[in-house]
C-alpha cells in the first residue's frame, strides 16, 4: 500500500489528512508533529503517528511538507539522508521553490508544488499544484488525487507558484476583510450583525457561482448588479474613487515580494 507521510499536523496538514481518511484512498497516513498533541488528535482518524522526522520519511513514499517555510531548511537537513531519489516530496510552505528543497536534500529529488488554502478544513479548498522535473505522470496523478480529497486543484507553471499565492493561498483573509468592513457598516446602522454575516456570506457563495456558472465575464456580471441611475453604481463609484483594483494589485505583488523573501530562507 502507499505510504504518505506529513512533517508538520497543524491547519492545513490536519486538514489534508482529515480529507484522504474521508475518502475511499486506499492509502497509509502517518505523521510527524513536535506537538504530540496534534498527532493523538488525528489517531482517530486512522493516522498512525511517527516518533521523528527520520522515521517518517524512512517509511513513506511521498512526504508531504506542512510547517513554516521558515522552519523548512531546518527540518529538511534534519532528514536529508533519509530522501531517495525514488521518494516523492510534495511542499505546501509559501515561496518554497525545488530548488530550496533540492539543495537541502538530494539534487534529484522529485518535488511536486502545492499552494492549498483554509477552505480545505471544509474540504472546498482551492489548489494550485505544480510539478518539477523528474516526477512521472502516474506520481504526479497520485500527489494531485490526495490534495482533490479536500477540494479542487488546477495545475499552474512551477515558475508561477509564488505569484499565485495571492489568488487563491492568501486571497481568504482579503476575502474575510471585505466580509468585516460589510458587517460593521450594518452594525453601524443597528442591522443584527449575525443576520449581516449570513446575508453577505450567502451572497459571496452566490456571488461565486455566478462567476464559474453563469457563462458571463466579470464585467457582465458588474454591470447586471448595476441598475442605471441606481444604488450600486452610487457604491461603485466610491469603490474606483478610492481606486480598489490598484489596491487589490498592490496587495497582491506585495504576497508574490513577500514569497520570493521567504524562499532566501
Ligand atoms: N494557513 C494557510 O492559510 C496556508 C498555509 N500554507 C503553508 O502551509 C504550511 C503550514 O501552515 P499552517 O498549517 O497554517 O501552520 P501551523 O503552524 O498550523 O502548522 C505547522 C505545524 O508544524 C509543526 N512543526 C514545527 N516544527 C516541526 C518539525 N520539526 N517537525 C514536524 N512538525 C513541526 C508545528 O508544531 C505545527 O503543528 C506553511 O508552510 C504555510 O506556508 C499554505 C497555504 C495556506
Ligand atoms: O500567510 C502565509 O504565508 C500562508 C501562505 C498562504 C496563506 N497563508
Excluded: W
Excluded at 151 to 158: C, F, K, M, R, S
Amino acid at each position: 500500500m502507499t505510504e504518505l507521510g506529513f512533517l508538520g499536523a497543524g491547519n492545513m496538514g490536519s486538514a489534508i489528512m482529515r480529507g484522504i481518511c474521508s475518502s475511499d484512498m486506499q492509502i497509509s497516513v502517518s505523521a510527524y508533529d513536535k506537538d504530540t498533541a496534534k498527532l493523538e488528535a488525528l489517531s482517530a482518524f486512522g493516522v498512525k503517528p511517527c516518533k521523528s522526522e527520520c522515521e517518517l520519511v524512512k517509511k513513506c513514499d511521498y512526504i508531504l511538507l506542512a510547517v513554516k517555510p521558515q522552519v523548512l531548511g531546518g527540518v529538511l537537513d534534519t532528514v536529508a539522508e533519509e530522501v531517495t531519489h525514488d521518494k516523492v516530496i510534495i511542499s505546501i510552505c509559501a515561496g518554497i521553490s525545488e530548488d530550496f528543497i533540492r539543495s537541502h536534500t538530494i539534487p534529484s529529488a522529485k518535488v511536486v508544488l502545492v499552494m492549498p488554502n483554509t477552505p480545505m478544513m471544509l474540504g472546498l479548498g482551492a489548489s494550485a499544484i505544480s510539478r518539477a522535473d523528474g516526477v512521472t505522470d502516474e506520481e504526479f496523478a497520485f500527489a494531485k488525487s490526495v490534495i482533490e480529497s479536500c477540494g479542487i486543484a488546477e495545475e499552474v507553471p512551477i515558475n508561477k507558484m509564488k505569484e499565485i499565492i495571492a489568488v487563491n493561498g492568501s486571497s481568504p483573509a482579503f476575502i474575510y476583510l471585505f466580509a468585516k468592513g460589510f458587517v460593521d457598516y450594518a452594525k453601524s446602522v443597528d442591522i443584527n450583525p449575525d443576520a449581516a454575516l449570513k446575508l453577505f456570506a450567502q451572497s459571496l457563495v452566490g456571488s461565486a457561482k455566478m462567476l464559474t456558472d453563469s457563462g458571463m465575464t466579470v464585467d457582465e456580471l458588474i454591470k447586471q448588479v448595476s441598475s442605471p441611475g441606481g444604488t450600486t453604481i452610487a457604491g461603485l463609484d466610491k469603490l474606483y474613487e478610492g481606486k480598489l483594483t490598484d489596491t487589490v494589485d498592490e496587495c497582491c505583488k506585495a504576497c508574490t515580494a513577500r514569497a520570493y523573501e521567504l524562499a532566501k530562507k
